[in-house]
């Protein structure tokens, strides 16, 4: 679990603007980049398997330790039933350091939901498998877009998670397995990729 903002504009990289022209021809007319107009708030639970749960922050909203409790509640029936059978197998949680999931109210909701919590070592987003496998994917995927409004960048959102195979979630979180030995063997030093 991990939230991230998706700002309706994020400019093309210089490398990914690059074109091929002839020595002869004009050089090609780039725009002025000009600042996002807007932004969305998504915060998504996802396993191997993919996402189970998305909701996007409402204008104007917080995440708070009680928001994100009644997020926790909404997870565990979205698990109900999209992965059948998972809950009384038991789940594995994992999320940040973030103040509101570390409120009272948020680590009561996920003991009363029955999650495991996975500890999470402070300081450490490149051990959140959001952070460093599915968020720049989405991020990259949608780089160069420009959107009017905040429903055309929830539906984009929505398309690429869609157009991803089990494989594609399934990486993601081996990746943390590989994180957490690399981030052991160092004895909790800094760990990148």
Request: glycine share 6%; with cysteine.
């Amino acid at each position: 679990m991990d939230e991230t903002w998706i700002h309706h504009f994020d400019p093309e990289t210089k490398q990914q603007s690059m074109t091929w022209k002839r020595a002869s021809s004009p050089t090609p007319k780039k725009f002025k980049v000009s600042s996002s107009a807007g932004k969305v708030m998504a915060s998504v639970f996802w396993d191997a398997e993919g996402i189970i749960m998305v909701e996007y922050l409402e204008k104007g909203a917080t995440i708070t330790g009680s928001y994100y409790a009644g997020q926790i509640r909404r997870l565990r029936e979205a698990i109900k039933s999209k992965r059948r059978g998972k809950l009384r197998a038991g789940v594995l949680f994992h999320q940040d350091n973030a103040p509101a999931h570390k409120a009272a109210v948020a680590m009561a909701a996920i003991e009363e939901t029955g999650f495991e919590l996975l500890e999470h070592p402070p300081y450490s987003p490149d051990l959140a498998p959001s952070d460093f496998y599915l968020f720049p994917r989405l991020k990259e995927h949608l780089r160069g877009n420009k959107f009017e409004v905040n429903s055309e960048v929830m539906a984009a959102v929505e398309a690429f998670w869609e157009g991803q195979d089990k494989e594609f979630f399934s990486k993601g979180i081996m990746g943390l397995e590989k994180r957490y030995t690399k981030c052991i063997n160092l004895q909790g030093d800094y760990v990148e990729k």
